[in-house]
T-cell receptor
Framework: RKEVEQDPGPFNVPEGATVAFNCTYS??????FFWYRQDCRKEPKLLMSVYSSGNEDGRFTAQLNRASQYISLLIRDSKLSDSATYLCVVNVPAGGGNKLTFGTGTQLKVEL | DGGITQSPKYLFRKEGQNVTLSCEQN?????MYWYRQDPGQGLRLIYY???????QKGDIAEGYSVSREKKESFPLTVTSAQKNPTAFYLC???????????FGPGTRLTVL
C-alpha cells in the first residue's frame, strides 16, 4: 500500500461546481497534513494546512479524519484558475525527524 | 524578496557527464531538501539536510551527491551513475508558520 494515495483524476468540472478530493495515508503516526497546488511544469505551492478540527480558507475547506486516516479538500464555486494538480502531503516520523510524503496528485480541470 | 532560487531552469547533459544543480535560499531556514518528479509520480526525496554540514540520504539517493557548506546553499550533483536522470528536480526548504516546505522553481534536466 502506498504511504499516501490519491485518485489521479482528471476531474473535469464546469465553472461554479463544487468538487471534492480525497486522500488516504497509511502511517497512523503521521503528525501533520497539507494540501499543495501544482500548476503544469511549475513547483508545488502550499494551498493550506489541514487541522484536526477541519479548516476553511475562502472557497477551500480541508477535513481530517484520523480514525479513518483520510484527508479531504473541498473546492466550492470553482474557477477556471483552480485548474491544477492538487497534492496531498503527509508529515511522517522518519529517522529521528520528520519527512514529508507526497501523493501523486489529483488533476482538476475547470471548464466553461 | 525572500525565497528559493534554482538554476538553471533547463539543463541538457550528455550521458556519462556529472552535472550540478544549484539551490539557494534566503529564508534563513535550517532544513533543505531535494526531490525529483517524474510524469505521473509523486515527488521522491533524494537527499535532505537538517543543518549546515550535515545531510542524509532520502529514498532514492543512489547516483546523487550533495553538500551543505553554507546555510543558504544546498547543491545537488547528478552523477553518471544515476541510471535515469531525466526528470524535474525540485529543491525545498522548511520553515514558516506551519513548518511547511517552500519550493524553488525547479530544474528540468534532460539527458541526451
Amino acid at each position: 500500500r502506498k504511504e499516501v494515495e490519491q485518485d489521479p483524476g482528471p476531474f473535469n468540472v464546469p465553472e461554479g461546481a463544487t468538487v471534492a478530493f480525497n486522500c488516504t495515508y497509511s502511517n497512523s503516526a503521521s503528525q501533520s497534513f497539507f494540501w499543495y497546488r501544482q500548476d503544469c511544469r511549475k513547483e508545488p505551492k502550499l494551498l493550506m494546512s489541514v487541522y484536526s478540527s477541519g479548516n476553511e480558507d475562502g472557497r477551500f475547506t480541508a477535513q481530517l479524519n484520523r480514525a479513518s486516516q483520510y484527508i479531504s479538500l473541498l473546492i466550492r464555486d470553482s474557477k477556471l484558475s483552480d485548474s491544477a494538480t492538487y497534492l496531498c502531503v503527509v508529515n511522517v516520523p522518519a529517522g529521528g525527524g520528520n519527512k514529508l510524503t507526497f501523493g501523486t496528485g489529483t488533476q482538476l480541470k475547470v471548464e466553461l | 524578496d525572500g525565497g528559493i532560487t534554482q538554476s538553471p531552469k533547463y539543463l541538457f547533459r550528455k550521458e556519462g557527464q556529472n552535472v550540478t544543480l544549484s539551490c539557494e535560499q534566503n529564508l534563513n531556514h535550517d532544513a533543505m531538501y531535494w526531490y525529483r518528479q517524474d510524469p505521473g509520480q509523486g515527488l521522491r526525496l533524494i537527499y535532505y539536510s537538517q543543518i549546515v554540514n550535515d545531510f542524509q540520504k532520502g529514498d532514492i539517493a543512489e547516483g546523487y551527491s550533495v553538500s551543505r557548506e553554507k546555510k543558504e546553499s544546498f547543491p545537488l550533483t547528478v552523477t553518471s551513475a544515476q541510471k535515469n536522470p531525466t526528470a524535474f528536480y525540485l529543491c525545498a526548504s522548511r520553515g514558516g508558520r506551519y513548518n511547511e516546505q517552500f519550493f524553488g522553481p525547479g530544474t528540468r534536466l534532460t539527458v541526451l
